[in-house]
């Protein structure tokens, strides 16, 4: 599965997924650090990645233009070191792979993990 780190998650996170055997990016390797969110979006929608957020504002915006790509993981639980975020990150891939790949908004918190697929109305 192809990754797109959006830039407030750890940045060193995207060379532990890679050693996991993803094809993960983070914003800051890419040209992408000070990129709106929309042209992070066009991004992952072309190179078929899926963003991994903190950030509400994804979700809002595939909801607003009933976006059908890119998927969007948003990890809702603050303060998470690079190890953590990065196996926090594998069981939610492995647990929602289908719906990922399907097209999907994903909301992961301290005790749940929640999937709509897109498009939302």
Not at 30 to 46: K, M, N, V, Y
């Amino acid at each position: 599965m192809k990754l797109l780190l959006d830039q407030g998650t750890p940045r060193s996170s995207a060379a532990l997924l890679r050693r996991a055997g993803f094809d993960a990016l983070h914003t800051g390797e890419t040209g992408l650090a000070e990129a709106e969110d929309a042209e992070i979006i066009r991004r992952a929608s072309t190179e078929n990645r899926v963003v991994v957020t903190l950030d509400a504002d994804f979700h809002a915006q595939l909801a607003l233009t009933q976006a059908r790509t890119p998927s969007v993981i948003r990890i809702r639980i603050e303060g998470l070191r690079a190890e953590e975020f990065s196996g926090l990150l594998q069981q939610v891939l492995n647990q929602c792979a289908d719906d990922l790949k399907a097209g999907a908004m994903i909301s992961v918190n301290d005790f749940q993990i929640r999937i709509r697929r897109l498009p939302v109305s």
